[in-house]
């Protein structure tokens, strides 16, 4: 089966949903990942969840295109945060067809954290969703061996892992743990590259996660050598660069995005 790829929508949040699907299937790409909550006061936010025209209008672009929706984000379980208040985002995500919803776990209780990402996990399987644990570094759940701990704590049959190749790079998480993991826990990973010198700071951490990832092959990731760890799943493309979309236009930087990536794979 020929490799799928998803256009994340942290690549391209300037558009809408409906402007997403539509350049994402010019360009090629078999699926979006949609952005259904505002994970920062200051991004574009597209309400989905309470908007009937724009659920209407994505709903009907994704059947003009034939595109379907991969993922959607974010969960974002903090101390402050009950998983019962993402139940509309997974009923609007499972109603665009959506498989999966990502989940970070950026609360210093590891034991409320995993209590509250089983009961998230027991709510989205009502929608039929995975729910896909990310470990950004900068979150209290940093690397891959904190994630497999909570994974393995749930053993809830719907609980994935998400790699994304920048968050693993940065928490200086190991191939050999990665090779390790059932198959069945991956469903999907984020594909991009990145300046091989981590940054020192949190501004500059999060600096090169929102603002200036590379394309696959133009930055010093170990990407290939973590592809060959995990199973065949499908890639979405996860490359927020401000300057380069400016410069290129979103149209083409998306485009971009993927032929650079297919060209790097060999696919």
């Given at each position: 089966m020929a490799q799928q790829y998803s256009l994340a929508h942290l690549t391209a949040l300037s558009c809408s949903p409906p402007e997403l699907i539509r350049i994402a299937a010019k360009a090629g790409y078999d699926f979006v990942s949609l952005r259904m909550t505002a994970v920062t006061t200051d991004e574009p936010f597209y309400p989905l969840i309470t908007d009937r025209n724009l659920m209407a209008e994505t709903k009907s672009t994704l059947v003009d295109t034939g595109m379907a929706v991969l993922d959607i984000e974010l969960a974002r379980l903090d101390a402050e945060t009950e998983p019962e208040e993402y139940e509309k985002v997974m009923e609007r995500g499972?109603?665009?067809?959506?498989?999966?919803?990502?989940?970070?776990?950026?609360?210093?209780?590891?034991?409320?954290?995993?209590?509250?990402?089983?009961?998230?996990?027991?709510?989205?399987?009502?929608?039929?969703?995975?729910?896909?644990l990310e470990f950004p570094s900068w979150t209290e759940t940093p690397d891959l061996r904190t994630a497999i701990q909570v994974i393995r704590a749930?053993?809830?049959?719907?609980?994935?892992?998400?790699?994304?190749?920048?968050?693993?790079?940065?928490?200086?998480?190991?191939?050999?743990?990665?090779?390790?993991?059932?198959?069945?826990?991956?469903?999907?990973?984020?594909l991009?590259?990145?300046?091989?010198?981590?940054?020192?700071?949190?501004?500059?951490?999060?600096?090169?996660?929102?603002?200036?990832?590379?394309?696959?092959?133009?930055?010093?990731?170990?990407?290939?050598?973590?592809?060959?760890?995990?199973?065949p799943v499908p890639y979405s493309l996860e490359i927020p660069n401000v300057h380069m979309s400016k410069e290129l236009g979103v149209e083409e930087y998306v485009r971009q995005a993927l032929a650079t990536t297919k060209k790097y794979l060999g696919h």
């Open positions: 499972a109603e665009l067809g959506a498989r999966s919803i990502i989940a970070q776990l950026p609360d210093p209780d590891r034991e409320r954290a995993t209590e509250r990402f089983a009961r998230l996990c027991d709510l989205a399987q009502q929608f039929n969703l995975s729910v896909d749930v053993n809830k049959p719907n609980a994935g892992m998400l790699i994304d190749t920048l968050h693993f790079d940065r928490s200086a998480s190991r191939l050999e743990e990665l090779k390790e993991l059932p198959a069945h826990w991956f469903n999907f990973l984020h991009c590259d990145a300046p091989s010198e981590h940054p020192s700071t949190l501004d500059g951490l999060l600096h090169t996660a929102r603002e200036e990832r590379f394309y696959p092959g133009e930055g010093g990731l170990n990407i290939k050598d973590v592809l060959a760890c995990v199973p």
